[in-house]
């Protein structure tokens, strides 16, 4: 299988974080592809009190990172988005390599790689990279980061946004807790499947979909999750 550190040309090595702040750099940059976030939305993310994020969210813009605009949200600088980014390159490359070679359950890919992310310095990030041959996409479908810190966003809408009667590919699905991405697994809402919104509840209520020749109900927050192209 070949030698897997190896030594990239031109490496850039970012300044060192701890790991509570790269967690809500990564945290912040998960949750601005579907949502305007908000602190308590960062907050809940994280499974911290709502203080505790803003204490967090006044250091990280204090060091320019972040932008915090009350009553409207949290916005990172270009600085905490590349930095946001390279956490995710570091998790997303051990995803492919749990999944691809070592064979783990893919709905434990999230769990397992949140320790990994914080402790693989920037030459094995990159050694990995060359061993998996670069790969563009985690095995939940999400854009991996160059090592620049740039991301390229899919072309897609939330779930929760298709028309009854719609059809439309599942293009990816945020990374979540176990019990989250377990449900999506368990129902077969997995990237490269086709479903179709067969009708939506009243009041805020779940959806009901068609995946296969399954009907299986999802609630609206967890529909805002998976990412989807129309046919």
Not at 199 to 206: E, K
Request: hydrophobic residues 35%; proline residues 6%; contains cysteine.
């Amino acid at each position: 299988m070949g030698d897997l550190i190896m030594q990239p040309s031109n490496l850039k090595v970012s300044p060192k974080y701890s790991e509570s702040k790269e967690m809500y750099l990564k945290a912040l940059v998960e949750l601005d592809v579907f949502v305007s976030p908000t602190v308590s939305r960062l907050a809940n993310r994280l499974g911290v009190t709502q203080v505790s994020a803003n204490e967090m969210v006044r250091r990280l813009t204090d060091q320019g990172l972040m932008i915090h605009t009350p009553y409207k949200g949290v916005n990172l600088t270009k600085k905490g988005r590349q930095l946001g980014n390279n956490v995710l390159r570091r998790q997303r490359l051990w995803e492919c390599f749990l999944y691809d070679y070592l064979k783990v359950e893919w709905s434990r890919l999230y769990e397992l790689t949140c320790n990994l992310e914080h402790n693989t310095p920037p030459e094995v990030t990159e050694s990995l990279a060359i061993y998996l041959n670069n790969p563009a996409q985690c095995p939940h479908g999400q854009p991996i980061p160059t090592v620049d810190g740039e991301c390229k966003s899919l072309k897609g809408i939330p779930l929760n946004q298709l028309g009854i009667g719609e059809s439309a590919s599942i293009l990816s699905v945020t990374e979540s807790p176990l019990e989250v991405v377990e449900h999506f697994s368990q129902q077969g809402l997995l990237p490269g499947k086709h479903i179709t919104l067969v009708n939506t509840t009243p009041l805020q209520g779940p959806l009901t979909l068609q995946v296969g020749q399954a009907h299986i109900a999802l609630g609206l927050q967890m529909a805002e999750q998976i990412l989807v192209k129309r046919d």
